[in-house]
């Protein structure tokens, strides 16, 4: 499975929402709808999913399930 | 003054106040001093022992209207009156009275002391717990901190006797048949005062009812009480400022607390810097900085300190089986949101914002700096993430600031710090508590549930890491400090601590205001418990001791702390530079987060309602500026450059050890 499908399943679940609706470009927030204790979810989903430990302030600033697939790839190209 | 300066009025005098329209079946009762003024007393009736000082010159109080000394139209009934008072239009009595110099009482009802009276002092309140059990001895020396001992250690018979007996001490020190009314005090427009003693300096204007009470003050720091105020069985310290018809019954208000507009106040206590308006508090231990300003809302039963309750806040301690029995604490620093619901006994871990209604009990002490939810009905945790709000840091920049008393000689001992050996310590055991809920929760769980209270399983982790963030920086902090406040030349210099410091492997506590080592604060209580301490100024010394030894005492709880905390063998330098460069980079981390949180307040959503009939962005940007030119974004970007700023000089100092 790829990082953004990935990330639309971990999205999708979390925000109970269809996994259709997630698109590269979405914007968690104003897109997708995750408020702010949502977006700390996400993060800690995202660590979990993948397994890695993701950098606090860096990662509340990713607004876009784009930028989120890049994110993490770095994360995980840093093994 | 004394009897022996009094003289017996001359015939001349007496001849000159019966032409003035003044009346007294005893002229002989009636003594004066030298250089008495008979010419100045008008239309006044003399009963009983009454002395007179000089009335000489004149005076001009607030209302810009010169008031010259003298007594004109008054009922007085065995007073003393010292030098140079104006006393005018007395419709009842001015009756076993001792007023001292310069004293301007001025279209008043009655004032007057029946009996002996202690003056509120040694009344006892039930604070925190309504139906009684934590009865509380009020005096005007009570502190924030005498007063915690008194409610909170209901288990130690020995101290609370100890603590009564001070309490009762003084009263009986006070007690008398002569209300005071201290040096340079104006009362205007004042309806009944009876038994009540008034400290230097202060201004009753209007003021509607005061029963068995005394109103504290100095020249340095004078309280007001105004308007409407109805108060009985009270104490009211030093620089306090009551208005607008409160309502105080068995409560004690301390320094430099503002009440106001209808609020109402029965058997509490609401320490320095403290304000009440609108709203009604009962049976609660408002330490300082306990703030309500909002008619819906009412704090029942709870102890607080730097507290800010949200508008229709209430909490519930009564289940409606034995009485209105239970209690709750809000550690310090927390917050309640609108129409928040707490029912006790809960208890809430410091610096934690409640929102919602929150109807288990739970404990979150354990989890400073959390937000506490409701989902669904459910009350819900997420540890540590306060710690991240603008909120709670702009919080921590501002009481400090905001202290509003101005005598010397406070009452309240009072540790402003956010991060602390007492909040360290809470975040360490919570990291701790966190992770092994984590090991032992399974993986398809949404949530644990932790003394009362649920928290996400998947933030188990993420929380853990945000107090970890958070010690990193205090620690941090605190070695900064260190390095740049000590001028160490060695590591040995830089890591002493001072060999009379108090600390131990037990919790830091937080008496009201002042943090202190479990140790130091035993070693309190047993001179306390031992009569080493016996009166209320001894008591008060021995609590501003305990203030004065709080920077040794964290000093040195950080350097037991820091080697087990860093995973440490050996703190050398190399370790020292770890810890400042692991400060610097949660510090940054820190600031990003709160601008994060600030920057919110600027984006989409916020602007609904800008601009009601176009240009929206303009308007916001007309009212509310731009995130970059905000003051507090300003704030976040000096902080940045200090923390830069400190990391160079830090690790510059440490290279030279």
Redesign the interface.
């Known amino acids: 499975m790829s990082t953004l499908e990935q990330i639309k399943q971990v999205v999708a679940e979390l925000l109970k929402i269809d996994e259709s609706r997630i698109q590269e470009d979405s914007k968690f927030v ?1 897109d997708l709808g995750a408020d ?2 949502q977006s ?2 996400l ?3 995202f ?2 999913a993948f397994d890695i ?1 993701m ?3 860096a990662a ?2 990713v607004k876009t399930v784009g930028d989120a697939v890049t994110f993490i790839d770095a994360v995980l190209a840093k093994g | 003054m004394n009897s022996e300066q009094y003289l017996p009025l001359s015939r001349e005098a007496i001849k000159i106040l019966e032409k003035n329209g003044c009346w007294s079946r005893s002229w002989e009762k009636v003594k004066v001093s030298s250089g008495f003024d008979p010419t100045r007393v008008a239309g006044t009736i003399f009963r009983g022992d009454v002395r007179i000082g000089r009335l000489e010159g004149h005076f001009i109080p607030m209302d810009g209207i010169r008031r010259y000394a003298g007594i004109f139209d008054a009922n007085l009934h065995n007073v003393v009156i010292g030098d140079n008072c104006h006393i005018s239009n007395i419709n009842g009595w001015l009756s076993n009275l001792i007023i001292e110099n310069e004293v301007l009482i001025e279209n008043l009802g009655s004032f007057v002391c029946q009996g002996e009276s202690s003056f509120g002092n040694g009344h006892a309140i039930e604070v925190l717990n309504e139906g009684g059990g934590r009865e509380l001895k009020i005096t005007e020396q009570t502190s924030a901190q005498t007063a915690y001992l008194s409610s909170l250690y209901r288990h130690d018979d020995k101290l609370i006797s100890a603590l009564d007996d001070i309490a009762d001490k003084y009263a009986d020190s006070v007690r008398s048949d002569r209300g005071t009314i201290g040096r340079g005090t104006y009362i205007f427009h004042c309806q009944n005062i009876v038994n009540v003693n008034v400290g230097p300096g202060a201004i009753l204007r209007g003021v509607q009812n005061l029963k068995e009470g005394t109103v504290a003050s100095a020249k340095d720091a004078p309280t007001f009480v105004g308007d409407g105020v109805i108060a009985k069985d009270f104490i009211i310290q030093k620089g306090a400022h009551i208005t607008d018809g409160s309502v105080l019954a068995s409560t004690l208000i301390g320094e430099g607390t503002k009440i106001g507009r209808q609020f109402s106040a029965e058997n509490s206590v609401l320490f320095s810097n403290s304000e009440g308006f609108h709203s009604e508090v009962c049976s609660i231990f408002g330490g300082p900085y306990t703030v309500t300003h909002h008619r819906s809302t009412l704090l029942i039963a709870g102890m607080f300190s730097f507290f800010n309750a949200g508008s229709a806040t209430n909490q519930s301690n009564h289940m409606y089986k034995l009485g209105p029995l239970h209690q709750g604490i809000l550690e310090r620093g927390c917050k309640t949101g609108s129409s928040s619901y707490l029912l006790w006994p809960s208890r809430v871990g410091a610096f934690s914002a409640v929102m919602g209604k929150h109807n288990a009990n739970f404990d979150t002490s354990d989890f400073p700096f959390s ?1 506490v ?1 409701e989902e669904k009905g459910k009350s819900t945790l ?1 540890p540590g ?1 306060n710690f991240f709000t603008v909120g709670t840091m702009r919080d921590g920049l501002k009481w400090p600031t905001r202290d509003r008393r101005t005598n010397e000689d406070k009452l309240d001992q009072i540790v402003f710090d956010v991060l602390s050996p007492y909040t360290a310590q809470k975040m360490i055991n919570g990291q701790r508590i966190l992770l092994d809920l984590y090991a032992g929760a399974e993986k398809g769980q949404e949530y644990v549930n932790y003394q009362g209270i649920l928290i ?1 399983r ?2 188990l ?2 929380c853990s ?2 107090y970890r ?1 958070a010690l990193e920086k205090y620690f941090g902090d605190v070695l900064v400090a260190r390095l740049q406040h000590a001028h160490p030349s060695s590591l040995n210099e830089l890591m002493r601590t001072n060999t009379d410091a108090q600390v131990d492997d037990k919790a830091w506590v937080d008496v009201s205001g002042l943090l202190c080592s479990r140790s130091r604060l035993d070693s309190l209580l047993a001179e306390i418990k031992n009569g080493g301490i016996a009166d209320s100024e001894s008591l008060q010394a021995a609590v501003v001791k305990t203030k004065q030894s709080y920077g040794a005492d964290a000093w040195a709880w950080v350097v037991k702390t820091i080697p087990a905390f860093f995973e440490l063998e050996e703190v050398d330098t190399d370790a020292l530079r770890t810890i400042l460069e692991k400060w610097h980079k949660s510090s ?2 820190l600031l ?2 709160v601008e ?1 949180d600030a920057s ?1 307040e600027f984006e ?1 959503s916020v602007r609904i309602g800008f601009g009601i009939d176009g240009q929206a962005d303009a308007d916001f940007a007309a009212v509310r500026g731009t995130f970059e030119e905000n003051s507090f974004k300003k704030q976040l970007d000096d902080m940045r450059e200090q923390v830069e700023k400190s990391l160079a000089q830090g690790l510059d100092i440490l290279n030279k050890l």
């Open positions: 104003e702010s204790m700390i979810e993060v800690a989903a660590e979990e430990e950098d606090e302030d509340l600033g | 937000y939810n997420v993430m996400k998947l933030l982790k993420t890491r945000y963030m940054l981390k990003n987060m994060m919110k989409g």
